[in-house]
């Protein structure tokens, strides 16, 4: 059986560096450090670190054990949320997970609601792309290369299209809408960190209108790409819902000839399926999904509409 806090002391070896950090890190001393990572060598009949001067160098081994134990150590916080919870008196939790373009407009007001109605529920939210495992609720760009769980209820809540990013002083910023061949050969900023549905979209319809972007600058996401746009060096395309908040200088234009579209969706596990917090959240999704209320004068110029709960759904008049 593996000692849990000798793996641990191995963990922050491995993100120190050092024997010294660690024990500055978990209030030891350099010599208990040095003995619990002994016995855990022993324990497990591997070399874990060597000695390299007058330091140390965890082995492969090590970087191993200690990568593959990351998701034993979430459930094991997991787990101790809950007996705070249970000691509180609190109810339960509920797990969301949610692509970055929807954090900063439909999230938060949708936190807001259930936090109003279902204070005794802890929320757990994470970024859908950094994550690995499946929440109680997930907000993800549909995939046919990874489908949601076989129990999980799943419902579309919008088709997202693509808009074009340009300069205001760009000859592309006075046309009503552009078509993709008009960016053969332009430069691109790139704004995706990894292969996934969203980048095949876009990818995708710029094959059918006969032409591969000449990325010139690649950046992890949209918020980092947006910047780079305002300084001329190329021009960059991503989903009208992450196209709020750009910076000075910058507009969006329809993209055409064809349009590429996403498809974002929301799944509820099958686990949770009857939970009142978990079907709230579904039907604000939704609602915010749909639209509702009059445009703000920031939605009016970029045509996008920001999240926002509709009257109909609020708390208040349930």
Known sequence: MLDLPRLRLLRTVVATGSV??????LGYTPSAVSQQLAALQRGTGLRLVERVGRGIEVTAAGRALAAESERLFEELGRLECLVDDLRAGRV???????????????????????????PDVRLELRMAELAEARHDIDVFVEDAAAPPPPDAVVSRLTADPYVLVVRGDDPLAALPEVSLADLAERSWVDNEHRDGPCRRVLLDACARAGFAPRFQVWTPDYRTALPLVATGIGVTAIPRLAAVDLPAGLVVRPLVAPTPVRHVAVAIGGAVAGNPAARRAVELFTAI??????????????????GRVPAAVTHSDR
């Open 92 to 118: 339960g939790s509920l797990s969301i997970g949610y692509v970055a373009s929807v954090s900063a407009t439909w999230l938060p007001p949708v936190v807001e609601a259930l936090r109003a109605e279902f």
């Open 289 to 306: 999904a749909r639209g509702g209320g009059e445009p703000t004068p920031a939605e009016r110029a970029t045509g996008v509409r920001e």
């Open 20 to 25: 010294r950090a660690t024990a500055t890190a």
